[in-house]
C-alpha cells in the first residue's frame, strides 16, 4: 500500500522554461545514449557484423528454406547405441562418461548440405553427430565428418564459403568461377583440397571414419589440460562396393540393413595435440606421428527415421560439453554454436510442417 | 533509527540498486549474445545463465522486502494519469523481472539441454523436451526482454524527470534516506 501522506515539499525556486526544456533535453540525451548502445550491441547498428542469422540466411539462400528441417547436414538418420568406455582416458578427463562403464548415446548420420533431398553421391562426405548423456545428467555432444579437416578455420572464411556458393539469380547455379576465386583467396583450404581431390562418396556410414576437427581440451582429476582431437574408426565394418549405387537414398537402406544385422562398432580415439600443434585452427592436420589413445567403442544398434526419431529436437552444439572437457579457442566452435542455435530456432519452430512439404 | 516517510528503507534502496545494474548488464549481455558468432557468444552466455538465476532469486527476496518495509507515497499533486503509469509501470517491472529468468530456465529444459550454471553447477529441467514449446518460449524469451528493456528505459525517464523537472523528491526516495 503506499501511503496517501501529504508531501511536505521544501520551496524550490520555479524553472525557467528555458532550463525546463534543457533538463528535458538532457533526459532525452541519456535515454537516447542508452538505447543507441543497446541497438549496436544487438547488431542493429552493426550492419557489418557477422550474426548467427547472417550464417543461417546464407545457408537458406543456398539451399532453399525446408521448414522444419536442419539448416545444414539436413539429410540424415537418428541412431541410438551407446558408448562402451574402457576407463584409458580416466587419466586425462574427470568426466563421468570416461570412466569404464556404459554411456547411453543418441546419434545422427547425415551429409553436409541443407537440402534434405541431396542425392547421397552428391557429396564425398558425411557425418555423424552424437549425444552422450551421462548418469550424472551432463551432456556431450559433437557433430564430427569423415573429412580430416575443415576447409577453413574462421567463420568470417566460411562465410566468404557460403558467399561463393550462393546461386547466381540468373542461372539458379554458383558463379562457376566464384568457388576457385575463394579457394585461391583462401590458402587455409589447401589442406582440405588435397583430402576431397582422392575422396569418394561412400556406399555406407558404416565403414566411413569420423573425426571431430575441431580441438578441445580434456581437464582431469587434478585439473590438468590437454588438447585433443577426437574421432571414431569403423570396427571390422565390411567394406560396401568401392562406388556408390544408382539411387538417391542408398545410405538409409544400407544402414537400415546392417543394423539388423547387428550392431555396428566404432573405436572412439583421442589424438594428443603436442607442445606447437595448432590448437585454435581447424583447418590445419597434426602431424600423424601423435600419441593416440583409444578410449572405447562406440555400439550403435538401431536407426530411427530423422523426422520422428530422437535425433530430431537434438541441437549437436559442440559446446555442450560434459565437466572434465572444454572448448579450446577455435573460433568455429562459437560458431558453430551461435549459428545452431539460430537454426534450431527456426526449425523448431516449424516442426508441425516436417510432414507436410512435398518432396521435389 | 531515524529514517524518513519519504525514502524506501535501506535494505530496498540495496537491492534496487543492486539489481539494475545486474538487469542492464543482464540485457546487453542477451543482446550481444544473441548477435555474435565470436568467442564472445560462448562467454556471454556463461555469464547470462547464473546472472539470470541470481536475479530471480533476488527479485524473490525484494518481492518480500517490497511488502514488509515501507513505501513512500507519491507526491499528492501527481497527475492520476502518472499515478497509474508508476504503478502499473512497477508491476510490469517486477512481473518481467520474476519471468525472464524462468523462461530462460525452461526453454532450455525444453530444449532438452542440461541447464548448467558453470561446468558442474546444474539445475533440473522444470519442463519436459518439447520443440514447439521451446520455440514459443524462446521467442517469449526475446520479446519480454525487449519490453523490459523499453520498461527500463520509460523507468529511468520518468526517475530523470522527477529528480530534474518536477524536483518533488520520488528520485531522492531511492537515491538517499534523508533529506
Redesign the interface.
Known amino acids: 500500500m503506499v501511503d496517501q501522506l501529504p508531501p511536505v515539499r521544501p520551496v524550490k525556486a520555479a524553472l525557467s522554461p528555458t532550463s525546463v526544456l534543457l533538463r528535458l533535453a538532457g533526459i532525452g540525451a541519456v535515454v537516447a545514449v542508452i538505447a543507441t548502445t543497446f541497438f549496436y550491441v544487438n547488431g542493429t547498428l552493426d550492419a557489418e557484423r557477422l550474426r548467427p542469422k547472417t550464417l543461417v540466411n546464407a545457408l537458406e539462400r543456398n539451399n532453399g528454406v525446408h521448414p522444419g528441417y536442419r539448416r545444414n547436414h539436413a539429410k540424415g538418420m537418428c541412431v541410438i547405441g551407446y558408448f562402451e568406455s574402457n576407463g584409458n582416458a580416466q587419466p586425462l578427463s574427470r568426466a563421468q562418461v570416461f570412466e569404464a562403464g556404459r554411456t547411453p548415446v543418441v546419434g545422427r548420420f547425415a551429409l553436409p548440405s541443407g537440402n534434405p533431398y541431396a542425392p547421397d553421391s552428391s557429396v564425398p562426405i558425411r557425418s555423424l553427430a552424437l549425444r552422450f548423456t551421462q548418469s550424472n545428467g551432463q551432456q556431450w555432444r559433437t557433430g564430427m565428418n569423415s573429412m580430416p579437416v575443415f576447409p577453413v578455420g574462421t567463420p568470417e572464411a566460411f562465410y566468404a564459403m557460403l558467399q561463393a556458393g550462393t546461386p547466381d539469380p540468373a542461372t539458379g547455379k554458383p558463379k562457376p568461377d566464384a568457388m576457385p576465386a575463394f579457394f585461391a583467396a583462401h590458402p587455409e583450404t589447401a589442406a582440405f583440397l588435397q583430402w576431397v581431390k582422392t575422396a569418394k562418396p561412400s556406399a555406407s556410414f558404416a565403414t566411413e571414419s569420423y573425426n571431430g576437427i575441431n580441438a578441445f581440451y580434456l581437464v582431469n582429476a587434478a585439473g590438468q589440460r590437454q588438447a585433443v582431437r577426437w574421432g571414431v574408426v569403423p570396427e571390422g565394418q565390411d567394406a560396401a562396393g568401392a562406388t556408390a549405387p544408382n539411387d538417391a537414398d542408398y545410405l538409409e537402406k544400407d544402414l537400415v540393413q546392417r543394423l539388423s544385422a547387428g550392431p555396428l562398432r566404432w573405436q572412439f580415439n583421442l589424438t594428443l595435440a603436442d607442445a606447437g600443434d595448432p590448437i585454435n585452427d581447424a583447418s590445419k592436420t597434426w602431424p600423424a606421428s601423435r600419441k593416440v589413445i583409444n578410449a572405447g567403442t562406440l555400439v550403435l544398434q538401431s536407426a530411427q527415421p530423422q523426422n520422428d526419431g530422437e535425433c530430431r529436437d537434438i541441437n549437436y552444439d559442440p559446446l555442450i560439453l560434459p565437466n572434465g572437457v572444454e572448448g579450446s579457442g577455435d573460433p568455429l566452435l562459437a560458431a558453430r554454436s551461435a549459428a545452431y542455435a539460430s537454426s534450431y530456432l527456426r526449425r523448431t519452430s516449424e516442426v508441425d510442417q516436417l510432414s507436410q512439404e512435398k518432396r521435389p | 533509527m531515524s529514517i524518513s ?2 525514502h524506501f528503507a535501506p535494505l530496498a534502496r540495496l537491492l534496487h540498486w543492486l539489481m539494475a545494474l545486474m538487469i542492464i548488464a543482464m ?2 549481455i542477451g ?12 562467454w556471454l552466455l556463461n555469464l547470462h545463465k547464473p546472472l539470470g538465476i541470481a536475479i530471480l532469486l533476488l527479485v524473490i527476496v525484494r518481492l518480500f522486502v517490497r511488502f514488509t518495509t ?8 501527481l497527475p492520476a494519469v502518472q499515478v497509474l503509469a508508476a ?1 502499473l509501470s512497477h508491476v510490469l517491472l517486477y512481473a518481467l523481472m520474476f519471468c525472464l529468468p524462468l523462461i530462460g530456465w525452461a526453454m532450455i529444459s525444453a ?4 541447464v ?1 550454471l558453470s ?2 553447477l ?1 539445475l533440473p529441467s522444470i519442463l519436459a ?4 514449446t ?2 514459443f518460449l ?2 517469449a524469451h526475446t520479446y519480454l526482454a525487449y519490453l523490459l ?1 523499453f520498461t527500463v ?1 520509460a523507468h ?2 520518468a526517475a ?2 522527477h529528480g ?2 518536477r ?3 520520488v528520485l531522492e526516495s531511492m537515491v538517499r534516506s534523508k ?1
Open positions: 516517510n519519504k540485457l546487453f543482446a550481444g549474445l544473441a548477435a555474435s558468432v565470436s568467442e564472445r557468444h560462448e515501507h513505501q513512500p507515497a507519491l507526491p499528492a499533486d504503478k530444449a532438452g539441454d542440461p548448467m561446468s558442474s546444474q523436451a518439447n520443440p514447439s521451446f520455440a524462446r521467442k528493456f528505459l529511468l525517464a530523470l524527470l530534474w523537472v524536483r518533488d523528491g533529506d
